[in-house]
């Protein structure tokens, strides 16, 4: 069986739901106090998935996802880089981006793990966004997003802004390390609020790294994987009825974690 | 050595740009440019070699650079600086997290290091040393911060802005007196009001004991030959004040001997559960932090509202944050301890427009915070509290009346999950045993809320005493919140769970004691933000984020080692005991040995008298308007009617993956009255969440405003399908003024309504809670004295469970073509109501309930929606069917014909009347064109009427003459309805 790591700890906070996603995907998920993985670290060769969850670790202090990146590059960093040589996924939603943003798991270009070169910096709005967004898919090498073109999901955020240096940019956009942008109808937000919630540059929500196993992004995922949890189930619902169909059970979040869980079989 | 390190933004700073427009709106227009630094001021022992990594370590290389121990300029220039910093003892998060990473990285080498965290703002443009100054005292709340300004000339010659350590710092050596109450009754009255004279003869803050209760205690004293310590009488006062006993709903009150808890509420709780029998759904009732009813067969759904009003109205973030995440602390401390699932949250203030001050004090000194800083800081609090945490925040409502200027009210609830059975036992039941000991968890005890504060304000200097108010500190109670209730818990490691709220530790280990009958404590084992407080300060304290807990001692190591290996710190301070008495020691020397009786029990009871208090108002003359889209217009933009969507998307209402209906409706983005949740996710069932108050009804009628409460949250959950007998409700009493005998006629007035009404519909009261002096008495600007006090409030909040949540129904037209109707009766009901209040009146004819009537009606429409035939279902709430069938175009983006002539009246002749009467128990709900037949059988023998359909285009409405009346855009109604509040 699949099995998926599910970070928890000092404040993180969408453990429980990231992990019941990947269940519901087939995995088995353990929910794991980031303190027990740097007390036995040798625990995450057990493991295919690494997941970083969203939350507010450290409250965002000192930066969000910063307090508990310097926490693991500290203590957990050559175990990191084995998970991530082994070919294994990694995959960070909203808080989890920002950590492993700063931790340089991503965008880690030409390998260089470790380098900052990405952040999600204050929302334009200053404030708090929880929203749903539209976005489109572009990578053709992320793992998690095979197959995805247009999708919907929540964000709820305070600073989601992906910011960069033009150059990183290029690169970005070279490599194929553009996974998600923020949409509006057929086309793309072109930094519309709130279409694009938060200010990003290129309207981008999610990033790879080369290798297209590390995956980053601010809209979660774990919050679309029923039915009844978009904005607008309920129209969708009256919809389908009229027409004498049955509801889905099922949200297109759940795509990504089964993506994530087939491909080690 | 101390230094700074200054981090500074490298890309366009999304804070400083709105920081400039809020600075702008303050009545700043010159300011031109800002740039913000955030300011690490390290007291280390590090070298200076390490410092650079220390700036790394607190900034990030992308957006952000960092100047260390010399200070950063911005680029553009400035004219004046202002840094805002926490006073010495005020919790700094920011500081506590930098000073860890810190520590991580360095280990050992950095033992001992301190980081304070300030904010510096550079302004440039033509401002004024004065205007700086203004800035800074409407960004910093001068209770809790401190504010530092400097000239460009200034900050120059000095290099820089001043490193500054603020440190508390404490010079008494602590132990506990004894108090003589050998005394007469005037000095006896004195210690009561104003606390315990020290050797200065300054004394310690107010103890709100009255002279009979001081008789009391002195005879109690003397009857064990022993004067009290201060501690006794301090740890005496918290146990027996209003906020901990609700003497006012205790005492006897007219012909009602056992109060109005007894009589009233509590006795409607048991009246139903008697009534329903086997059908109850309460699973525990008024007896522990929260209040419970059955989800399904393996969990519980436990809720609880609190107030926070007096702390939010002198600190309107830190009261707010404290409420809310306190409340969340009534789930941890609910039976074995609930797992947090939803927020919600309510507020009452005057208009944020409203700039004129009042003032504690007369010739303009100690002004009041505006409406607007009241609102935005509480909001804003929530917004922290509520997010920091993951718990979702779905619900929740805003309410506006100039009354609320003097004192607003803030409403905090958290709902909370707990299986039914927890380690084979019955997860609601708790109990101490003798021999247990007794843990303190989580933050540490500081001098904050003391006495609930006594909020002076403090010179802005280093050194100076820890002030009263405290900030909230989410991550630590996220922290200890999760390793109690995902493990501790279901390791079975503690016999008893209860929250540190009111009166501190002195209050929850005296609760917990009473499950054992008895209790020791060792105060210096406690810990203590700083050295240096005396005994009762460290008893009575109300430092945020800590639970109490009874560990077996065989447990204990093992649930130390957890707390610690979760950062949570835990510290035996105690056992409980079987003796019968509450026993302090300090140091090994007793300071407190008082009957556990005495301690509960021995508060004399009060007996009160009411007096009635009529309230007639002018009758209401005013022509009808000719303008019915400008009507409807300035309606939908009333305070009390308009969106209020900038709280719903700052609140977090999808964390956990529980939302199912949210808090904005249709792509037309309407609030909703009712929120649904699922929070179990491998669960199909839901839980509904509403609540609802009528303030203003109360100025003619108070019976009739606690019945449309009552009327109202339940109809709200039945609108999207909750059956009843499947509801609670919780009652909080914002009442004003409540030693006048008028005030609590109308306290017995809105009880008897609360008794009436919860029994007709059987909906359970499961847990309340009282504030019964929401009055400010100042000074206006003219040093003439006022007095404000709130118009008496009672909100009714309620919860219930939906069998399959996919069944609930949302309040937005779905499609053209839909058949609407209108259910239940539209009277002559405007009295107090929000049409004429907008043309100055109050009138005399408030709604009033038919519980009977409205019964049938709800259970009729209940059925419907599980038979899947509604499509949209919309309850009337204010403004009347015009705002409800408005809202309902609006969230649909669709327009609508109705025919005024066709909604069932009853003695109504004026369009305007039918149109914004707020009769109670009514909804406005479309179905689908071929379930026309059949919901109209299921409504069989109610009052309804089929009264137009959807439309693509306007929202047109015909009168009762068969005139159109209004022809409008929904695109104009849309932007009436969310312009009012869209610029905060």
Same mark, same amino acid.
């Given at each position: 069986?699949?099995?998926?790591?599910?970070?928890?700890?000092?404040?993180?906070?969408?453990?429980?739901?990231?992990?019941?996603?990947?269940?519901?995907?087939?995995?088995?998920?353990?929910?794991?106090?980031?303190?027990?993985?740097?007390?036995?670290?040798?625990?995450?060769?057990?493991?295919?998935?690494?997941?970083?969850?969203?939350?507010?670790?450290?409250?965002?202090?000192?930066?969000?996802?910063?307090?508990?990146?310097?926490?693991?590059?500290?203590?957990?960093?050559?175990?990191?880089?084995?998970?991530?040589?082994?070919?294994?996924?990694?995959?960070?939603?909203?808080?989890?981006?920002?950590?492993?943003?700063?931790?340089?798991?991503?965008?880690?270009?030409?390998?260089?793990?470790?380098?900052?070169?990405?952040?999600?910096?204050?929302?334009?709005?200053?404030?708090?966004?929880?929203?749903?967004?539209?976005?489109?898919?572009?990578?053709?090498?992320?793992?998690?997003?095979?197959?995805?073109?247009?999708?919907?999901?929540?964000?709820?955020?305070?600073?989601?802004?992906?910011?960069?240096?033009?150059?990183?940019?290029?690169?970005?956009?070279?490599?194929?390390?553009?996974?998600?942008?923020?949409?509006?109808?057929?086309?793309?937000?072109?930094?519309?609020?709130?279409?694009?919630?938060?200010?990003?540059?290129?309207?981008?929500?999610?990033?790879?790294?080369?290798?297209?196993?590390?995956?980053?992004?601010?809209?979660?995922?774990?919050?679309?994987?029923?039915?009844?949890?978009?904005?607008?189930?309920?129209?969708?619902?009256?919809?389908?009825?009229?027409?004498?169909?049955?509801?889905?059970?099922?949200?297109?979040?759940?795509?990504?974690?089964?993506?994530?869980?087939?491909?080690?079989? | 050595?101390?230094?700074?390190?200054?981090?500074?933004?490298?890309?366009?700073?999304?804070?400083?740009?709105?920081?400039?427009?809020?600075?702008?709106?303050?009545?700043?227009?010159?300011?031109?440019?800002?740039?913000?630094?955030?300011?690490?001021?390290?007291?280390?022992?590090?070298?200076?070699?390490?410092?650079?990594?220390?700036?790394?370590?607190?900034?990030?290389?992308?957006?952000?650079?960092?100047?260390?121990?010399?200070?950063?300029?911005?680029?553009?220039?400035?004219?004046?600086?202002?840094?805002?910093?926490?006073?010495?003892?005020?919790?700094?998060?920011?500081?506590?997290?930098?000073?860890?990473?810190?520590?991580? +990285?360095?280990?050992?080498?950095?033992?001992?290091?301190?980081?304070?965290?300030?904010?510096?703002?550079?302004?440039?443009?033509?401002?004024?040393?004065?205007?700086?100054?203004?800035?800074?005292?409407?960004?910093?709340?001068?209770?809790?911060?401190?504010?530092?300004?400097?000239?460009?000339?200034?900050?120059?010659?000095?290099?820089?802005?001043?490193?500054?350590?603020?440190?508390?710092?404490?010079?008494?050596?602590?132990?506990?007196?004894?108090?003589?109450?050998?005394?007469?009754?005037?000095?006896?009255?004195?210690?009561?009001?104003?606390?315990?004279?020290?050797?200065?003869?300054?004394?310690?803050?107010?103890?709100?004991?009255?002279?009979?209760?001081?008789?009391?205690?002195?005879?109690?004293?003397?009857?064990?030959?022993?004067?009290?310590?201060?501690?006794?009488?301090?740890?005496?006062?918290?146990?027996?004040?209003?906020?901990?006993?609700?003497?006012?709903?205790?005492?006897?009150?007219?012909?009602?001997?056992?109060?109005?808890?007894?009589?009233?509420?509590?006795?409607?709780?048991?009246?139903?559960?008697?009534?329903?029998?086997?059908?109850?759904?309460?699973?525990?009732? +008024?007896?522990?932090?929260?209040?419970?009813?059955?989800?399904?067969?393996?969990?519980?759904?436990?809720?609880?509202?609190?107030?926070?009003?007096?702390?939010?109205?002198?600190?309107?973030?830190?009261?707010?944050?404290?409420?809310?995440?306190?409340?969340?602390?009534?789930?941890?401390?609910?039976?074995?301890?609930?797992?947090?699932?939803?927020?919600?949250?309510?507020?009452?203030?005057?208009?944020?427009?409203?700039?004129?001050?009042?003032?504690?004090?007369?010739?303009?000194?100690?002004?009041?915070?505006?409406?607007?800083?009241?609102?935005?800081?509480?909001?804003?609090?929530?917004?922290?509290?509520?997010?920091?945490?993951?718990?979702?925040?779905?619900?929740?409502?805003?309410?506006?009346?100039?009354?609320?200027?003097?004192?607003?009210?803030?409403?905090?609830?958290?709902?909370?999950?707990?299986?039914?059975?927890?380690?084979?036992?019955?997860?609601?039941?708790?109990?101490?045993?003798?021999?247990?000991?007794?843990?303190?968890?989580?933050?540490?005890?500081?001098?904050?809320?003391?006495?609930?504060?006594? +909020?002076?304000?403090?010179?802005?200097?280093?050194?100076?005493?820890?002030?009263?108010?405290?900030?909230?500190?989410?991550?630590?109670?996220?922290?200890?919140?999760?390793?109690?209730?995902?493990?501790?818990?279901?390791?079975?490691?503690?016999?008893?769970?209860?929250?540190?709220?009111?009166?501190?530790?002195?209050?929850?280990?005296?609760?917990?004691?009473?499950?054992?009958?008895?209790?020791?404590?060792?105060?210096?084992?406690?810990?203590?933000?700083?050295?240096?407080?005396?005994?009762?300060?460290?008893?009575?304290?109300?430092?945020?984020?800590?639970?109490?807990?009874?560990?077996?001692?065989?447990?204990?190591?093992?649930?130390?080692?957890?707390?610690?290996?979760?950062?949570?710190?835990?510290?035996?301070?105690?056992?409980?005991?079987?003796?019968?008495?509450?026993?302090?020691?300090?140091?090994?020397?007793?300071?407190?040995?008082?009957?556990?009786?005495?301690?509960?029990?021995?508060?004399?009871?009060?007996?009160?008298?009411?007096?009635?208090?009529?309230?007639?108002?002018?009758?209401?003359?005013?022509?009808?308007?000719?303008?019915?889209?400008?009507?409807?217009?300035?309606?939908?933009?009333?305070?009390?009617?308009?969106?209020?969507?900038?709280?719903?998307?700052?609140?977090?209402?999808?964390?956990?993956?529980?939302?199912?209906?949210?808090?904005?409706?249709?792509?037309?983005?309407?609030?909703?009255?009712?929120?649904?949740?699922?929070?179990?996710?491998?669960?199909?069932?839901?839980?509904?969440?509403?609540?609802?108050?009528?303030?203003?009804?109360?100025?003619?009628?108070?019976?009739?405003?606690?019945?449309?409460?009552?009327?109202?949250?339940?109809?709200?959950?039945?609108?999207?399908?909750?059956?009843?007998?499947?509801?609670?409700?919780?009652?909080?009493?914002?009442?004003?003024?409540?030693?006048?005998?008028?005030?609590?006629?109308?306290?017995?007035?809105?009880?008897?309504?609360?008794?009436?009404?919860?029994?007709?519909?059987?909906?359970?009261?499961?847990?309340?809670?009282?504030?019964?002096?929401?009055?400010?008495?100042?000074?206006?600007?003219?040093?003439?004295?006022?007095?404000?006090?709130?118009?008496?409030?009672?909100?009714?909040?309620?919860?219930?469970?939906?069998?399959?949540?996919?069944?609930?129904?949302?309040?937005?037209?779905?499609?053209?073509?839909?058949?609407?109707?209108?259910?239940?009766?539209?009277?002559?009901?405007?009295?107090?109501?929000?049409?004429?209040?907008?043309?100055?009146?109050?009138?005399?004819?408030?709604?009033?309930?038919?519980?009977?009537?409205?019964?049938?009606?709800?259970?009729?429409?209940?059925?419907?929606?599980?038979?899947?035939?509604?499509?949209?279902?919309?309850?009337?709430?204010?403004?009347?069917?015009?705002?409800?069938?408005?809202?309902?175009?609006?969230?649909?983006?669709?327009?609508?014909?109705?025919?005024?002539?066709?909604?069932?009246?009853?003695?109504?002749?004026?369009?305007?009347?039918?149109?914004?009467?707020?009769?109670?128990?009514?909804?406005?709900?479309?179905?689908?064109?071929?379930?026309?037949?059949?919901?109209?059988?299921?409504?069989?023998?109610?009052?309804?009427?089929?009264?137009?359909?959807?439309?693509?285009?306007?929202?047109?409405?015909?009168?009762?003459?068969?005139?159109?009346?209004?022809?409008?855009?929904?695109?104009?109604?849309?932007?009436?309805?969310?312009?009012?509040?869209?610029?905060?």
């Amino acid at each position: 069986m699949v099995k998926a790591l599910v970070l928890t700890g000092y404040g993180i906070n969408c453990d429980e739901e990231t992990a019941f996603a990947f269940k519901k995907a087939g995995a088995e998920a353990s929910i794991v106090h980031v303190n027990d993985l740097i007390k036995k670290p040798g625990q995450l060769k057990d493991f295919q998935i690494f997941a970083f969850p969203g939350g507010f670790c450290y409250g965002d202090d000192t930066g969000s996802g910063n307090a508990l990146a310097n926490k693991m590059r500290n203590m957990l960093w050559q175990d990191l880089m084995e998970f991530i040589d082994q070919e294994k996924l990694v995959i960070g939603i909203c808080n989890g981006f920002q950590v492993i943003a700063n931790l340089g798991l991503l965008p880690a270009i030409d390998g260089k793990y470790g380098e900052r070169t990405v952040a999600l910096a204050p929302n334009n709005s200053a404030r708090y966004e929880c929203r749903w967004v539209s976005l489109k898919g572009f990578s053709k090498k992320c793992v998690f997003t095979k197959g995805i073109e247009d999708i919907r999901m929540p964000v709820a955020h305070g600073e989601g802004k992906f910011t960069t240096s033009k150059d990183v940019l290029e690169k970005l956009v070279e490599n194929d390390q553009l996974v998600f942008k923020y949409a509006k109808g057929k086309g793309l937000a072109g930094g519309e609020f709130p279409f694009n919630p938060n200010g990003s540059v290129l309207d981008i929500a999610g990033i790879c790294n080369e290798t297209g196993r590390i995956l980053g992004m601010m809209p979660h995922p774990e919050r679309h994987i029923f039915f009844t949890q978009q904005d607008d189930w309920t129209k969708q619902k009256e919809t389908l009825k009229r027409k004498g169909e049955k509801l889905p059970e099922e949200g297109a979040g759940m795509k990504i974690f089964r993506n994530a869980v087939s491909h080690f079989k | 050595m101390d230094f700074r390190v200054e981090v500074f933004s490298k890309v366009p700073d999304g804070r400083a740009i709105t920081l400039l427009k809020k600075i702008h709106a303050m009545g700043f227009p010159n300011v031109k440019n800002l740039e913000l630094t955030d300011v690490y001021t390290v007291s280390t022992g590090l070298k200076e070699a390490d410092l650079q990594k220390c700036g790394e370590l607190l900034s990030n290389p992308v957006t952000q650079g960092f100047s260390v121990g010399k200070p950063f300029v911005p680029e553009s220039g400035f004219d004046f600086v202002v840094e805002i910093g926490f006073l010495p003892g005020v919790t700094d998060n920011v500081g506590h997290t930098a000073r860890e990473t810190i520590s991580d +990285f360095f280990g050992e080498k950095a033992s001992g290091t301190d980081v304070f965290s300030t904010q510096a703002i550079f302004l440039s443009g033509e401002v004024s040393k004065e205007d700086t100054m203004a800035i800074g005292d409407g960004l910093a709340n001068s209770l809790i911060q401190r504010i530092h300004i400097k000239s460009r000339q200034e900050f120059e010659s000095d290099k820089g802005m001043d490193v500054v350590t603020p440190r508390v710092k404490l010079n008494e050596v602590p132990s506990a007196e004894r108090v003589s109450l050998d005394l007469d009754d005037a000095a006896l009255t004195e210690i009561g009001k104003k606390g315990i004279a020290n050797k200065d003869g300054e004394r310690s803050g107010p103890l709100a004991l009255d002279l009979e209760s001081m008789h009391v205690i002195k005879s109690h004293f003397e009857s064990l030959n022993r004067p009290p310590t201060d501690i006794e009488l301090e740890s005496l006062a918290q146990t027996w004040s209003e906020h901990c006993k609700h003497t006012i709903f205790a005492a006897e009150l007219d012909e009602i001997k056992n109060g109005l808890f007894k009589g009233r509420i509590k006795k409607a709780t048991e009246t139903i559960r008697a009534n329903m029998g086997k059908d109850d759904i309460c699973a525990s009732v +008024f007896v522990d932090n929260s209040g419970a009813i059955f989800f399904d067969e393996s969990f519980l759904v436990s809720d609880k509202v609190e107030t926070h009003n007096s702390p939010s109205a002198l600190d309107p973030f830190g009261g707010a944050i404290t409420g809310i995440v306190g409340v969340n602390r009534d789930a941890m401390g609910f039976g074995m301890a609930a797992k947090p699932v939803v927020n919600r949250y309510g507020f009452c203030f005057a208009d944020p427009k409203d700039a004129k001050l009042l003032y504690r004090a007369k010739g303009k000194q100690n002004s009041i915070l505006s409406p607007a800083r009241v609102m935005l800081g509480v909001i804003e609090g929530v917004n922290v509290g509520g997010n920091c945490s993951g718990i979702p925040t779905p619900q929740g409502f805003m309410y506006f009346d100039e009354r609320y200027k003097g004192k607003p009210l803030v409403f905090v609830g958290t709902m909370g999950l707990i299986p039914r059975i927890v380690n084979g036992k019955n997860g609601v039941e708790k109990k101490a045993m003798p021999g247990d000991a007794i843990i303190m968890a989580g933050n540490r005890v500081g001098l904050d809320g003391i006495h609930g504060a006594t +909020f002076s304000s403090e010179a802005l200097s280093e050194g100076s005493p820890a002030t009263a108010v405290q900030i909230g500190d989410p991550i630590t109670q996220k922290k200890m919140s999760d390793a109690i209730i995902k493990e501790a818990r279901d390791r079975n490691l503690y016999t008893s769970i209860t929250d540190n709220g009111a009166g501190g530790i002195s209050c929850s280990v005296a609760e917990m004691a009473k499950e054992c009958n008895g209790c020791e404590v060792d105060l210096e084992k406690v810990p203590l933000k700083y050295p240096g407080m005396q005994p009762w300060q460290t008893w009575i304290s109300e430092s945020q984020e800590r639970m109490t807990l009874a560990v077996p001692q065989e447990k204990v190591d093992k649930f130390i080692g957890l707390m610690e290996s979760r950062g949570v710190e835990a510290t035996v301070i105690g056992k409980f005991t079987d003796s019968g008495k509450c026993v302090v020691r300090f140091n090994g020397k007793t300071i407190m040995d008082i009957d556990l009786e005495f301690l509960h029990e021995g508060l004399p009871k009060k007996v009160l008298k009411t007096e009635k208090l009529e309230q007639k108002h002018a009758v209401p003359k005013f022509e009808q308007s000719q303008d019915f889209n400008a009507e409807l217009e300035q309606m939908l933009s009333r305070l009390n009617i308009c969106s209020k969507e900038f709280i719903s998307v700052q609140y977090d209402h999808e964390v956990q993956g529980s939302s199912v209906l949210k808090p904005l409706q249709g792509k037309g983005r309407v609030n909703a009255e009712t929120s649904v949740v699922r929070p179990v996710l491998d669960s199909e069932k839901g839980v509904s969440i509403s609540q609802a108050l009528y303030p203003k009804y109360g100025d003619i009628s108070i019976y009739d405003m606690a019945a449309c409460a009552i009327d109202s949250a339940v109809k709200n959950l039945v609108a999207v399908g909750t059956p009843l007998g499947k509801i609670a409700i919780l009652d909080n009493f914002c009442w004003c003024s409540s030693d006048e005998p008028g005030r609590l006629w109308q306290l017995k007035q809105a009880a008897q309504a609360c008794l009436d009404y919860a029994v007709k519909y059987e909906t359970p009261f499961v847990s309340g809670k009282d504030s019964m002096f929401n009055d400010f008495k100042g000074f206006d600007e003219n040093s003439k004295p006022l007095k404000v006090s709130v118009p008496p409030t009672l909100l009714i909040s309620s919860f219930g469970v939906l069998g399959d949540a996919s069944k609930a129904v949302s309040m937005d037209a779905k499609f053209a073509g839909d058949p609407v109707y209108v259910l239940g009766v539209t009277r002559n009901e405007l009295g107090a109501s929000e049409y004429f209040a907008s043309k100055g009146f109050v009138g005399n004819s408030v709604p009033k309930v038919n519980a009977d009537k409205a019964l049938k009606l709800y259970k009729a429409l209940v059925g419907a929606i599980d038979s899947q035939l509604l499509a949209s279902v919309q309850p009337v709430g204010l403004g009347g069917l015009g705002v409800a069938i408005a809202k309902k175009c609006i969230a649909g983006s669709l327009g609508a014909n109705i025919d005024l002539g066709k909604v069932t009246a009853e003695a109504i002749e004026r369009n305007d009347f039918l149109l914004f009467s707020e009769s109670q128990s009514r909804f406005v709900v479309t179905v689908a064109p071929e379930n026309r037949e059949e919901f109209e059988k299921a409504l069989e023998g109610n009052e309804f009427a089929l009264v137009g359909e959807i439309t693509q285009g306007n929202l047109q409405i015909t009168g009762l003459n068969g005139e159109k009346i209004v022809d409008a855009k929904v695109a104009d109604l849309e932007e009436a309805y969310k312009k009012t509040l869209r610029d905060y």
